[in-house]
């Protein structure tokens, strides 16, 4: 029988641990950032939310305040919640904390912290047939962002001058499932008001979990109005990718494995990369690498 | 490349304007009171995210 050469063997094993190596450690970071998230899991039994003072504090990624186990703002609810409140039109407190995490990290966030993410990539490992998105619908964020997180709490408000968070309350299905569900659980009184609205909100939320079975991380591609404002700002940010083109051999292999459809070479700066790093371990060229820019000023001679 | 170098120098431009930014922004925020209507919003059960608001 015809023995591979050791080299050979060693190279393409050495590629493979590589990959499992670096998706394991990809995932204990979001394990552990899902676990500080959601630190108060009793609270699912009674159906209590925690009160602590951590909530003025908002998490980078998505996770429902409302969510019995969190112990994080969601940057989002917390923006329209300032926002749509009598007194205020901007949050500056909460679109300050997401745009200095943002110019770090960019989407970053997204590959690692967001609990909301690693539910996605769970629910895609469930076998079914998978498809990939059309491109053009993962413009639909930035409307979302723009009409329902910015436009409508400010512009859409009642006689004392208050407005609802437009995007809490007629689209995201993360309130839904992280808060509403568990919630609704525990609380009959609850029940008894349940209306038009949630059947809306139910059918959001099933089509959005369908579509994350079906296409990786639809939510974040489609729906995420957070990852609409990291992408944007992944085009600057400190943590960034780094091409080496010269290297690259045109294989692919790079866009082949990319969960967000990204080619890296001839986009490294797309706002649909979660700096998931898949790219950068399947090189066989080490064309690609993901690291913080340091920039220090040269000194003049 | 000076194309690209020059691409470089408004990217660094625009990480620092947007950090000093930021760091207002908060700052401004919290000195507003912004902080204590996020947790008076989020210690409480939220109509709105769960479909019932
Ligand atoms: S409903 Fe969605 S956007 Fe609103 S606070 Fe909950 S997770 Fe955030
Ligand atoms: S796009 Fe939104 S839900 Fe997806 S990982 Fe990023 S912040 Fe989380
Ligand atoms: S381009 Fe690379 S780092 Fe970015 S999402 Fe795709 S595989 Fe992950």
Redesign the interface.
């Known amino acids: 029988m015809e023995r591979r050469s050791t080299s050979a063997w060693n190279a393409s094993d050495w590629g493979k641990l590589m990959r499992i190596s670096q998706e394991i450690k990809r995932k204990i970071i979001q394990i552990a950032a899902f676990g500080y998230s959601n630190t108060y899991l009793q609270n699912f039994a009674g159906g209590q939310?925690?009160?602590g003072?951590w909530?003025?504090?908002?998490n980078p990624g998505m996770n429902?305040?409302?969510c019995p186990a969190?112990r994080l703002?969601?940057p989002i609810?917390?923006m329209q919640?300032?926002s749509g409140?009598m007194n205020?039109n901007l949050?500056?407190?909460?679109?300050?904390?997401v745009?200095?995490v943002g110019?770090v990290f960019g989407r970053a966030v997204c590959g690692y912290i967001c609990p909301f993410g690693l539910i996605q990539e769970l629910l895609y490992k469930i076998p079914s047939p998978k498809r990939k998105l059309w491109k053009g619908f993962t413009y639909v964020k930035y409307v979302l962002l723009v009409f329902f997180v910015l436009l409508f709490p400010v512009m859409i408000t009642n006689e004392l001058g208050m407005g609802?968070?437009a995007y809490?309350?007629y689209i995201?299905p993360v309130?839904?499932l992280e808060?509403?569900l568990p919630?609704?659980a525990t609380h009959p009184e609850?029940r008894k008001?349940?209306?038009a609205?949630?059947s809306?909100?139910?059918v959001i939320l099933v089509l959005t979990l369908i579509g994350c079975v079906v296409i990786c991380r639809f939510f974040c591609k489609v729906m995420c109005p957070l990852g609409a404002i990291y992408g944007i700002?992944n085009?600057?940010?400190?943590y960034h990718m780094e091409v080496d083109k010269e290297k690259c051999v045109s294989c692919g292999k790079c866009r082949g494995v990319c969960p967000m459809d990204v080619d890296p070479v001839n986009a490294p700066d797309s706002a649909e990369c979660i700096r998931c790093g898949k790219c950068t371990v399947s090189c066989p060229k080490n064309v690609l690498s993901l690291k913080f820019r340091v920039?220090l000023p040269k000194k003049s001679q | 490349m000076h194309w690209s170098k020059t691409l470089n120098q408004k990217k660094q431009a625009v990480r620092v304007l947007a950090s000093l930014a930021a760091g207002c922004m908060m700052a401004w925020g919290i000195y507003r009171g912004e902080a204590a209507v996020v947790l008076g919003k989020a210690v409480n059960v939220c109509l709105e995210c769960i479909g019932l608001g």
């Open positions: 939310l925690y009160k003072k909530k003025q504090f908002c429902c305040y409302s969190a703002s969601c609810g917390a919640a300032v409140a205020f949050s500056f407190y909460v679109t300050g904390f745009l200095a110019v609802a968070p809490c309350e995201c309130g839904t808060g509403g919630l609704l609850l008001v349940i209306g609205l949630f809306v909100k139910a700002l085009k600057v940010s400190i920039e």
